[in-house]
């Protein structure tokens, strides 16, 4: 009798998922031969089966156009692969007649029966698993994978499920639910890791297994001699306690002294190996992307940017100039592309340090606000430039408001700028800083020295400012082009005038 652990729901589950992944396989293949180039072995042709066919096509008759556009087609988005091509198929015989007699056609469409039908038989659940359930002895489930020092080592790949732990050190067993890799002596048995890894509601064909619940393979046979051989050749996947390792293994002699040691053999944690990798992959997405966008460019985020500095990257099994990747190392391997992440374990060897205003003058501040609002000055140049070209008045209202909205954004973008500076220094800063009088009042309007309250008095300090960011507004826009002027100037140092008053009404209140 089978032993029980799962319900007939999940055993049904499984052995329908191990049918799709069969199905899923022989499609593919089915796909492969009629659509790929022909082979041609000791004066045997075979697959090309829809190349041959137009060929023969061709030959037989005068519709040389019409096989062209059916070579031409391009798949249906609702079309599997191998629907598009066995549509091919039947569209290049339908361009013969019932009746034509040719000994390549007759073989040919022989030949491509025998293969479906051989290929069909081949993918039955109980046929594939009576040829491939002893290639499980290929097959290991691993933390720690052999073939990740080199790609031909024959070494032991190992399981690692132990509990103790350091959290001074980073080890597999830290990272709470490692993925478990697949390694294989042999990359074409692959498949059978794949059959192994089918599960549903939390349990894998492989839990199963090691709790000798193998009631799913009911589902394809009643012959229990022959799933008592499936199940002894799946078990070689996991259930092996002979341990090696291989001349192309990396080894260390630990000295124990008294002229003793222990040779070690290091293995590399693929697992921890994968949790670097999909780290690492976030980099890439939107978000990560949108965030380190906006701090190229001097802006605010509420995504943290994701950095790793002195980040290596080491091409563990490749070859033919970094582009081949060996299959038969580990599944994870490939998805990582056959590279290892290597983080730098350097600390520290200075303090950073803040950046200073105190050095800043009339022109570094100026130079900063160019680079601030870059995105700002183009959008309003660009703007500017669309009205010229089509003629139209830029004191219309909803124009106008337009154009102040956008000066407005660049008038901010300087304030941010002020108010970061006072973030970072002590008050009365500007005293020992490079900025003339009304700069410095621009900074720390709340000052009440006397230097800075006779300025306050003459009344003139926020006229100076207004009009320098008008001069260099100007500048900063196309003015041969634009031929901006007086008018231009007039109304920028308005703008910024208003824009300064509310701001130093702020500043003062807020001190």
Request: glycine residues 4%.
């Amino acid at each position: 009798m089978i032993a029980t652990m799962i319900s007939k729901q999940t055993s049904q589950a499984l052995a329908k998922g191990i049918e799709v992944y069969l199905a899923m396989r022989r499609d593919k293949k089915h796909e492969d031969y009629l659509k790929s180039k022909p082979q041609k072995k000791k004066n045997v042709v075979s697959k090309g089966i829809n190349i041959r066919l137009a060929s023969i096509v061709k030959r037989l008759t005068d519709k040389s156009e019409a096989v062209k556009l059916i070579e031409k087609a391009k798949k249906a988005k609702d079309q599997t692969a191998l629907v598009f091509q066995q549509q091919k198929y039947h569209n290049f015989l339908e361009l013969l007649d019932a009746d034509v007699v040719d000994t390549e056609l007759s073989e040919l469409k022989a030949e491509n029966l025998q293969f479906v039908s051989e290929l069909e038989a081949q993918h039955k659940p109980a046929n594939w698993l009576d040829e491939w359930a002893i290639k499980a002895k290929d097959i290991s489930f691993a933390t720690h994978v052999a073939k990740l020092t080199h790609s031909s080592s024959k070494g032991s790949s190992i399981l690692d499920s132990s509990l103790s732990s350091d959290k001074r050190y980073l080890t597999t067993n830290l990272l709470g639910d490692p993925e478990i890799d697949t390694a294989s002596s042999n990359a074409a048995s692959l498949p059978v890791a794949d059959i192994l890894k089918v599960e549903h509601n939390g349990f894998s064909v492989l839990d199963c297994l090691k709790a000798e619940d193998v009631s799913f393979f009911a589902e394809f046979t009643d012959d229990k001699e022959q799933i008592a051989k499936w199940v002894q050749g799946l078990k070689q996947a996991y259930d092996s306690d002979i341990k090696q390792s291989y001349f192309l293994s990396k080894q260390v002699f630990f000295p124990l002294g008294d002229q003793n040691y222990h040779l070690l053999l290091p293995l590399t944690s693929s697992s921890l190996a994968q949790a670097l990798h999909n780290e690492h992959k976030q980099y890439f997405e939107d978000e990560q992307s949108l965030a380190r966008q906006q701090r190229n460019n001097g802006k605010f985020s509420a995504t943290p940017v994701v950095s790793y500095p002195n980040k290596a990257k080491y091409a563990v099994t490749r070859s033919k100039g970094n582009v081949t990747v060996h299959l038969n190392v580990s599944g994870l391997n490939k998805e990582r592309n056959g590279f290892l992440y290597l983080l730098s374990s350097q600390p520290p060897g200075w303090q950073s340090k803040g950046k200073s205003y105190c050095g800043l003058d009339y022109k570094a501040l100026y130079k900063a606000l160019s680079f601030l609002s870059k995105n700002e000055l183009r959008d309003l140049n660009k703007y500017l430039k669309l009205l010229k070209n089509r003629e139209l008045s830029d004191s219309q209202p909803a124009r106008a408001a337009a154009i102040t909205k956008k000066v407005q954004a660049i008038i901010h973008a300087l304030f941010d700028e002020v108010m970061l500076a006072n973030t970072v220094e002590e008050t009365n800063w500007t005293k020992a800083s490079k900025l003339t009088l009304p700069y410095q009042l621009l900074f720390e309007p709340y000052r009440d020295d006397e230097q800075a309250t006779a300025e306050k008095l003459a009344g003139k300090w926020q006229t100076v400012i207004s009009k320098d960011f008008a001069r260099w507004l100007n500048k900063q826009l196309d003015e041969r082009q634009l031929k901006l002027g007086t008018i231009h100037l007039e109304l920028w140092a308005k703008l910024f005038s208003q824009e300064l008053r509310s701001f130093i009404a702020i500043q003062e209140v807020s001190k």
